[in-house]
């Protein structure tokens, strides 16, 4: 069975640019998250889906954005990059959304904004 | 608002010994639900262990069990006979129900650090 896939794993961007990074759940699972971990702020929710619909987001601004489409799969999007914006970006699945087996998560992407 | 917090930023423990890492949480929400995960140098959080706040018994999972004290809102993870693979950072995480559907909230982490 083939766990949640995130692509690209490395990243290199300019301050300015946008970026698309995507992530593919586990076959059957509905449910993706989006998480930046940081050093300094940790692991942060940025948003979930659920069949296509986002459930929920996170304290990030409009930079940050994201879908889901109708195989799960997912995109988030930041656009204006800011050095800030350097983290490992972790996508996680579930079946349902809530979370009872814990999330399935990817190996990330990391980004770095230069 | 839920939070979490792991208040031992390091720890270390002897290899074949058991270890503690502490987790306190807030939240008003009656339903939640209480995860560890493991993450290693390689960047991959994986998911350890589940207790949901209605369970009346602790969660176990191989090594790994879970001390959960609800009246005191701790959710401890216990790992039993450390391994050196064992060494990684460790977050404890909880998802509110009701109240913050879809979303999960992670502590500051734990690293472990097993000596052989």
């Known amino acids: 069975k083939a766990g949640v896939t995130q692509t690209p794993r490395y990243l290199i961007k300019t301050r300015g640019q946008q970026v698309t990074l995507s992530c593919s759940p586990i076959?059957?699972?509905?449910?993706v998250s989006w998480y930046q971990q940081t050093p300094g702020q940790g692991l942060q929710f940025l948003f979930e889906?659920?069949?296509?619909?986002?459930?929920n987001k996170g304290n990030f601004p409009g930079r940050f954005s994201g879908r889901q489409f109708s195989n799960s799969r997912s995109e988030m999007n930041v656009s204006t990059l800011e050095l800030g914006d350097s983290a490992l970006y972790l996508c996680?699945?579930?079946?349902?959304?809530?979370?009872?087996?814990?999330?399935?998560f990817g190996s990330g992407t990391r980004l770095t904004v230069v | 608002a839920q939070k979490i917090t792991q208040t031992q930023p390091g720890m270390f423990v002897q290899e074949k010994e058991a270890v503690t890492l502490d987790c306190t949480y807030d939240?008003?929400?009656?339903?939640?639900?209480l995860f560890w995960y493991k993450q290693p140098s390689s960047g991959e959080m994986i998911f350890l262990i589940y207790?949901?706040?209605?369970?009346?018994q602790n969660a176990t999972e191989g090594r790994y069990s879970l001390n959960f004290q609800k009246a005191r809102k701790s959710a401890n993870l216990v790992i039993s006979a450390s391994q050196l693979g064992d060494s990684a950072m460790y977050f404890c995480?909880?998802?509110?129900?009701?109240?913050?559907?879809?979303?999960?909230?992670f502590g500051d982490g734990t690293t472990l650090t097993v000596k052989p």
């Open positions: 889906y659920f069949s296509e619909t986002q459930r």
């Open positions: 076959s059957g699972h509905r449910s």
């Open positions: 207790q949901g706040s209605y369970d009346q």
């Open positions: 995480a909880m998802r509110e129900r009701n109240t913050n559907a879809g979303k999960s909230t």
């Open positions: 996680a699945s579930s079946a349902t959304g809530g979370g009872d087996y814990g999330y399935t």
């Open positions: 939240t008003s929400d009656p339903s939640y639900g």
